[in-house]
């Protein structure tokens, strides 16, 4: 798809500009986009300063910003400047393992106005869009998914996992062990210069992790109130501090209201360079009055929290939820970027009902370095063979090859090519992403 084109029913035109603003205001092609988005959304209608701010943030991220807008428009119906769909791209770093990063193409604010639906607006914007960004060299495309069953036909598959838990911190609560360090609590606005060199901390030694868009210290300080640009007066900010002094972790959260039995805190962020600031973290969080309870609804898989705690039934994780949806777009690029703990050959077959990935990829790790072939040739033999959603899932390593095998996601011509398989995308750590986008 290329600037102002037009859809081959003529129904709609389609154009991708990059988001922007004037001295003090959103221009008004990003503000009809805006508008769009908000409706897609269920959002309120946003104020001026609100459009002003979001398209600040949104040049920050240098987003690319797609409209498919009805040619044709009724008499009193939104105008035709307001599109009927929305789709928006930037590009940030994913950890990718073995202190090895790779810029992934990230999508999102996705909508389709419902008397719209099913006349393939949102496959025409995601597979040209998916396209260009192969073209542009990018090997990797991900996006948080609000809802499971859309994008595995456009080859995403859910690489990351986290889990909602509710901690009991009444008196029962006490950790196993005295974390090192102190914290402190601080003014919310202070994350606003602390929060991304923490989280630059942070990313750099998780697996999984994606680079946080510009407007993440304002909405985690609460300077920006559920992603709208008003002042949560709730938001409450604490840090932790390392033996030298050194701040190496904060948590941001707020006391739900005071009719909430029992007395609750609501994590809305918490970020760590160190085990210690971690659980410190936490027993700040137990020890404060009247409170009973802590949800946090982004906690690791591989939580150690419920084993630092003494008694480790207050710890109840209450759902899981996937977060990066990963789709391949360069198995070459991208297999040969990521980190292996093992060496092995193995030849994957890949299928793409988009036809932007398919073939035979000859998989051959060495010291933890991997070459990567492509085999495009008709009669190209393989050890393994899947879907390209499947590619994504395997990735990172977050879903072993043998669990997609059980359900047909993986066909092995062998158990020990699936070993194999399992062996070079196997890794130590669960990948873990606390990005939302």
């Known amino acids: 798809m290329t600037k102002n084109s037009r859809s081959r029913s003529a129904e709609y035109r389609f154009n991708s500009f990059r988001a922007g603003s004037t001295r003090d205001e959103a221009n008004a092609e990003t503000t009809a986009w805006l508008e769009a988005a908000a409706f897609g959304f269920h959002e309120p209608v946003a104020t001026a300063e609100h459009l002003f701010r979001t398209a600040q943030v949104y040049e920050s991220d240098e987003r690319m910003l797609t409209g498919a807008y009805a040619v044709d428009r009724p008499s009193r119906a939104w105008d035709a400047m307001r599109p009927v769909a929305t789709y928006g791209t930037f590009v940030e770093p994913l950890n990718v393992g073995g202190g090895r990063s790779l810029d992934a193409h990230l999508i999102a604010t996705v909508t389709v106005r419902p008397n719209h639906r099913r006349r393939g607006l949102l496959r025409e914007l995601i597979t040209s869009d998916l396209i260009r960004a192969r073209d542009e060299g990018r090997a990797v495309a991900a996006l948080s998914s609000m809802e499971a069953t859309i994008y595995g036909r456009f080859g995403f598959g859910a690489a990351t996992f986290s889990q909602r838990v509710e901690v009991d911190t009444s008196d029962k609560f006490s950790l196993a062990f005295s974390p090192a360090g102190s914290v402190e609590v601080t003014d919310p606005a202070t994350l606003l210069e602390l929060a991304p060199e923490l989280f630059d901390r942070f990313h750099a030694q998780t697996l999984g992790s994606i680079q946080r868009p510009a407007s993440y210290p304002t909405k985690v300080a609460g300077i920006w109130a559920e992603d709208r640009p008003e002042l949560d007066k709730r938001v409450r900010v604490a840090l932790h501090y390392d ?183 196997a890794h130590k750590e669960r990948p873990y992403c606390i990005t939302h986008f």
Do not use: C
């Not at 029992?262 to 410190?280: C, E, R």
């Open 243 to 425: 033996l030298t002094g050194s701040i190496d972790g904060y948590v941001s959260y707020k006391v739900l209201e005071w009719e909430s039995e029992p007395g609750t805190i609501l994590i809305l962020d918490i970020v760590w360079a160190s085990q210690n600031a971690y659980f410190g973290l936490w027993d700040y969080l137990a020890s404060i009055d009247l409170m009973t309870r802590v949800k946090f609804g982004n906690a690791a898989v591989t939580d150690p929290l419920p084993w630092a705690m003494s008694d480790r039934r207050g710890f109840k994780i209450v759902g899981e939820d996937d977060g990066l949806w990963l789709r391949v777009l360069d198995p070459v690029v991208a297999l040969e970027a990521r980190s292996y703990e093992a060496d092995g050959d193995v030849r994957i077959a890949v299928s793409d009902p988009l036809s932007i990935a398919d073939g035979v990829y000859a998989l051959s790790v060495r010291h933890g370095k991997a070459t990567v072939t492509a085999d495009n040739a008709k009669n190209a033999t393989s050890n393994v063979s899947m879907d390209i959603s499947a590619l994504g899932s395997l990735y990172l390593g977050g879903v072993r090859a043998d669990t997609l095998a059980r359900t047909g996601q993986v066909v092995s011509k062998s158990p020990a090519a699936l070993d194999m398989l399992d062996t070079l995308l």
